[in-house]
């Protein structure tokens, strides 16, 4: 398999290793409600749809409200800019040296989102110093992106476990998946799951009102794609 189809979105799939980097998100999300400078959590989701990871976020942390969605390739990049600032931070004079890189990112007028790399003496004053009252942004320094990072390479091999977030519409992960499971599997378990489709299709047509009908519809068509 080579690497176009490997990074194929399409392609993606739980379970299914490795997993394309458009799938591999790092979802940043900022305290709600904060009074002053609010803290950030970063949590790792996969995912072929940015508001489905939001979606899987806010059900883990609900304390705090999505921010940023970057696919691993974006995350490798951000880490690359934070260490050319590193660098450069180490070849300067004293007082350069003593400040640390941080990405700030806040979301300005009409919702658009800014995102500077910059060198400061903390979190504290690398905020203030980007971010324009009264909009609200997040700060995350360079060692704590570069763990981020890792963990989403990580993700993408399948060595560590993350958060999978199906896309259920149609044309998303979930229908290419159950028609993938219903094309390969053997005879016999193609007739259980035909005869639970029958069962299910049962009861559906005796509670007509039941939610679970619409839901489940259109997710597996066994004689369509046998």
């Known amino acids: 398999m080579d690497a176009q189809t490997i990074n194929d979105a399409s392609n993606c799939e739980e379970g299914r290793y490795p997993y394309p980097d458009a799938c591999v998100k790092l979802v940043m999300g900022r305290e709600r409600d904060a009074l002053r400078i609010p803290r950030v959590a970063g949590m790792v989701i996969v995912s072929t749809r940015d508001e489905r990871a939001e979606g899987s976020f806010q ?13 691993l390739d974006d995350v490798r990049w951000q880490v690359e800019q934070l260490r050319i600032l590193d660098a450069q931070r180490k070849d300067g004079w004293l007082l350069r040296k003593l400040r640390k890189p941080y990405m700030v990112t806040f979301r300005w007028t009409m ?3 800014h995102r500077r790399f910059i060198l400061a003496w903390s979190s504290v004053d ?4 980007q971010v324009p009252e009264p909009y609200a942004g997040a700060v995350i320094p360079l060692c704590d992106l570069e763990t981020l990072l890792a963990r989403m390479e990580r993700v993408k091999t399948g ?6 977030a199906w896309d259920y519409s149609d044309g998303g992960d979930w229908p290419r998946h159950c ?3 219903w094309n390969e599997a053997p005879p016999e378990d193609r007739a259980r799951m035909q005869q639970t489709l029958n069962v299910m299709a049962a009861y559906r047509s005796s509670r007509p009102g039941d939610p ?6 259109g997710t597996t068509d066994p004689e369509r794609s046998a």
């Open 59 to 71: 059900v883990h942390c609900p304390d705090f409200a999505p921010h940023t969605v970057s696919s």
């Open 159 to 164: 060595e560590e476990k993350a958060p999978y």
């Open 126 to 129: 690398a905020y203030r110093g």
């Open 212 to 217: 679970s009908a619409s839901e489940t519809k």
């Open 179 to 181: 028609e993938r499971v």
């Open 111 to 113: 919702g658009v989102l």
